[in-house]
T-cell receptor
Framework: GDSVTQMEGPVTLSEEAFLTINCTYTATGYPSLFWYVQYPGEGLQLLLKATKADDKGSNKGFEATYRKETTSFHLEKGSVQVSDSAVYFCALKTGTASKLTFGTGTRLQVTL | DTAVSQTPKYLVTQMGNDKSIKCEQNLGHDTMYWYKQDSKKFLKIMFSYNNKELIINETVPNRFSPKSPDKAHLNLHINSLELGDSAVYFC????????????FGPGTRLTVT
C-alpha cells in the first residue's frame, strides 16, 4: 500500500537557519504530493503541493520538488522564523481517490 | 467565519460511555472526512463521505459510527469508549473526492479515563 516516511524530529534551529525536512514515499501509480503544517492547537493547513514529477511547490518561502527518480519530496526553507515552529506533515494522494496518506510528522522548533 | 468547525473542542469521559463529536463545514464542499491523530502525532483517515454517501471506511472498530445528515455535516458517534480511543479527532472537507486540498477543523481532543 501507499506510505510516506519522514525524518524524525524534533528539528531545532536558530532563526534564519536553513531548513530541510526529508520525505520519501511509496505509492502505486503517480501520486500527488503535499506538505501540510499544523500550528500549536490548530488543525492542519495545506502549505504546498506538487502534482507531477519535477513540479516545484512553493508557499511562504517554503519549497519542495517532486523527484520521481528518488521518490522524494523534501521540504526546504532558506531562512526560518520563530513563527515557523509547527509540525510539518508530508502526504500523498493517488488517482482520484479522496484519501490522503500522511507521514508521521516532523516537529520544527525555531529559537531566537 | 469558521470554515470547518467541530464541537466540542475537548471531551473527557470514562471508559464504557458513548459520546458524539459534531462537524460542520460552510464551504459548500461535497466531501468530508474524519481523521484520528494519536499521541505521537500520527494522522490516519477513518472515514470519508461524499454527498452523504460513505466512500472510505478504514479498518476502524464498529464502535465508531459516522453519520452525515446532509453534506455540510459529518458527525462521529463512539460507543463503549476505551482508553485507546484517547486521541485528537480532526474533521476535514474538500470540494470533491478528487480535490487536492483538504480543509481541516481545529480538532477535538478526546480523553478517556
Amino acid at each position: 500500500g501507499d506510505s510516506v516516511t519522514q525524518m524524525e524530529g524534533p528539528v531545532t534551529l536558530s532563526e534564519e537557519a536553513f531548513l530541510t525536512i526529508n520525505c520519501t514515499y511509496t505509492a502505486t501509480g503517480y501520486p500527488s504530493l503535499f506538505w501540510y503544517v499544523q500550528y500549536p492547537g490548530e488543525g492542519l493547513q495545506l502549505l504546498l503541493k506538487a502534482t507531477k514529477a519535477d513540479d516545484k511547490g512553493s508557499n511562504k518561502g517554503f519549497e519542495a520538488t517532486y523527484r520521481k527518480e528518488t521518490t522524494s519530496f523534501h521540504l526546504e526553507k532558506g531562512s526560518v522564523q520563530v513563527s515557523d515552529s509547527a509540525v510539518y506533515f508530508c502526504a500523498l494522494k493517488t488517482g482520484t481517490a479522496s484519501k490522503l496518506t500522511f507521514g508521521t510528522g516532523t516537529r520544527l522548533q525555531v529559537t531566537l | 467565519d469558521t470554515a470547518v468547525s467541530q464541537t466540542p473542542k475537548y471531551l473527557v469521559t470514562q471508559m464504557g460511555n458513548d459520546k458524539s463529536i459534531k462537524c460542520e463545514q460552510n464551504l459548500g464542499h461535497d466531501t468530508m472526512y474524519w481523521y484520528k491523530q494519536d499521541s505521537k502525532k500520527f494522522l490516519k483517515i477513518m472515514f470519508s463521505y461524499n454527498n452523504k454517501e460513505l466512500i472510505i471506511n478504514e479498518t476502524v472498530p464498529n464502535r465508531f459510527s459516522p453519520k452525515s445528515p446532509d453534506k455540510a455535516h459529518l458527525n462521529l458517534h463512539i460507543n463503549s469508549l476505551e482508553l485507546g480511543d484517547s486521541a485528537v479527532y480532526f474533521c476535514a472537507s474538500s470540494q470533491s473526492q478528487g480535490s487536492y486540498e483538504q480543509y481541516f477543523g481545529p480538532g477535538t481532543r478526546l480523553t478517556v479515563t
